[in-house]
């Protein structure tokens, strides 16, 4: 059974940092390509950034230079390393893989349960 | 970017009605559109990948149709799990976009 368990939320003021966990198992996380979504408080999904198998990553503009993702391969978690943090990055954060998708017919057939973030003073 | 525009914001239906969603893109994205339902706070379900591929496990009554620009959803009779909130995604290319969202009520 696929299972995505993020972790590491929680209250943090602006200006400051904050990590995410994702921790995956059920399938091979080595060749998966992970995305991190988030969620703000009653408003729709936002793509956050991607990191490919290998480690080549993507950001959407919002969170470039701010944000950085990263995966270790050898304890199948996937990171989200999140600095400079601002009043709009509140959110519920969902980490997200692409297990049975390609490079050409990519979604997201798993989810995290997400993890709320909470940037405030 | 690509922007996703998704129509209705909102609707209400009854159960066994034939329920429509649309979803336009801003410039083509081929068939690179998926589907996502999401119930109050839970994390998002994949519905439909590549347009019109039905994810397995998800009920036959849920159908996807479209290409280039114009998508829709279309789910044959509603029902009472299927009241939920709606969203395309588009993996043309980077950044990976959504779509506002549809929210389903119950009429």
């Known amino acids: 059974e696929v299972q995505l368990v993020e972790s590491g939320g929680g209250l943090v003021k602006p200006g400051g940092s904050l990590g995410l966990s994702c921790s995956a198992s059920g399938f091979s996380f080595r060749t998966a390509w992970m995305d991190w979504v988030r969620q703000a408080p009653g408003k729709g999904l936002e793509w956050v950034g991607r990191?490919?198998?290998?480690?080549?990553?993507d950001y959407a503009a919002p969170v470039k230079g701010r944000f950085t993702i990263s995966r270790d391969d050898s304890k199948n978690t996937l990171y989200l390393q999140m600095n400079s943090l601002r009043t709009e990055d509140t959110a519920v954060y969902y980490c997200?893989?692409?297990?049975?998708?390609?490079?050409?017919?990519?979604?997201?057939?798993?989810w995290g349960q997400g993890t709320l973030v909470t940037v405030s003073s | 970017d690509i922007q996703m525009t998704q129509s209705p914001s909102s609707l209400s239906a009854s159960v066994g009605d034939r329920v429509t969603i649309t979803c336009r893109a801003s410039q083509s994205i081929s068939s690179h559109l998926n589907w996502y339902q999401q119930k109050s706070a839970k994390a998002p379900k994949l519905l439909i990948y590549a347009a019109s591929s039905l994810q397995s496990g998800v009920p036959s009554r849920f159908s996807g149709s479209g290409s280039g620009t114009d998508f829709t959803l279309t789910v044959s009779s509603l029902q009472p799990e299927d009241f939920a909130t709606y969203y395309c995604?588009?993996?043309?290319?980077?950044?990976?976009?959504f779509g506002g969202g549809t929210k389903v009520e119950i009429k």
């Open positions: 995604q588009q993996t043309y290319s980077s950044p990976l976009t």
């Open positions: 997200a893989a692409a297990v049975a998708a390609t490079p050409d017919v990519y979604y997201f057939d798993y």
């Open positions: 990191i490919k198998s290998g480690g080549t990553t």
